[in-house]
């Protein structure tokens, strides 16, 4: 039997790629388990300056861009496709978040295997696997951090140019606005009723109001509520103390991190639905060397009190 997981890095400087690729192999003909090749090597002309050479065929991006967006660049504009944008430039910001936010997610899936490679491997391989997971980490930092830059700049370069259109093109984009969003409310409401069909053994032709009222109905706000525990919060360089422990925990479970209305950059793990399971991680972690963890709520994004999450959670 041969199990692998494979893993990959780039890092790009002048027309030379430093990159390296890890698999980890299970094999009857190994005894030991698992072993680590790394491959170095280099290539000319890696970073593309946007026009192929002649004969050269053009590569097609493995991270596809959905068409259809949610994209607020003021109170007054809103963009629900690609197409909206008014620069090339800031159209080009968007979709480079875009990608950058699959990049993401393909290396915390990839993070998360190594992670379970890791907690199965013998004692002396847990150190070549644990330079991986360091890495992936790294990456998703630098990421996490870019990809709100992208949307901003793009958000400022739009909204720049609607402050200085004049007043009929907004309304005549509002309005377009306006169909566009009811053309897709039509078509998911064609959708939702198709699907319905399918399930149904009896053909029930659903009205609008009545879709509204049932997404109302089903749709709880206990689905909305996540519980994390925040294992540290720094404004400024982190101590070599604390980032050695988030080092360290990042070998065991993922590790995410913000920065606060304040600057500050707030480190979490978990992604727990009760509070119950909040506080078993938060018992946990601190066996695995965070001194004061903290448990934290947020509503669809936006943080909240433990005590406002438990009471809407009914979970008291």
């Known amino acids: 039997m041969l199990l692998f997981i494979a893993g990959s890095r780039y890092l790009s400087a002048g027309n030379f790629r430093l990159g390296y690729e890890a698999f980890y192999l299970s094999n009857t003909s190994n005894p030991e388990g698992f072993y680590l090749q790394e491959q170095i090597y280099y290539s000319q002309d890696t970073v593309k300056t946007g026009h192929p050479k002649p004969g050269e065929a053009v590569e097609k991006n493995e991270f596809s861009i959905h068409e259809t967006v949610d994209f607020h660049v003021n109170s007054e504009i809103l963009y629900l496709s690609i197409d909206h944008f008014r620069k090339n430039e800031s159209k080009k910001m968007f979709s480079d ?12 899936a990839q993070t998360d295997s190594l992670r379970k490679v890791y907690a199965s491997s013998p ?29 901003q700049n793009a958000r400022n370069m739009e909204d720049q140019y609607w402050q ?26 064609k ?54 422990m988030i080092k ?27 509070y119950q399971e909040a506080v078993t991680l938060q018992a946990q972690v601190k066996q695995e060397g965070v001194k004061n963890p903290v448990i934290m709520a947020f509503q669809k994004g936006k943080k909240i009190t433990v005590d406002e999450a438990r009471k809407l959670n009914n979970d008291l």
Do not use: C, W
């Open 164 to 189: 200085a259109a004049p007043l009929n093109e907004k309304v005549r984009f509002q309005e377009k606005i306006k169909s566009f969003r009811d053309s897709l409310a039509l078509q998911e409401l």
């Open 97 to 108: 978040g875009q990608i950058k936010e699959k990049e993401l997610s393909r290396i915390s």
């Open 248 to 274: 360290k925990l990042s070998m065991l479970r993922k590790v995410e991190n913000y920065s606060d209305e304040k600057g500050v950059k707030v480190y979490t793990t978990g992604n727990l639905k009760t």
């Open 191 to 244: 959708e939702e009723k198709e699907k319905m069909a399918k399930i149904l053994t009896d053909t029930i032709l659903i009205s609008h109001e009545s879709m509204q009222r049932k997404e109302v109905k089903t749709e709880t706000v206990t689905s909305t509520i996540v519980y994390k525990i925040q294992i540290g919060a720094y404004k400024g360089k982190i101590p070599d103390a604390s980032n050695k």
């Open 123 to 151: 004692g002396k391989k847990k150190d070549e696997i644990s330079v991986l997971i360091l890495k992936s980490e790294e990456h998703s930092m630098i990421l996490n951090s870019e990809i709100p830059v992208l949307y």
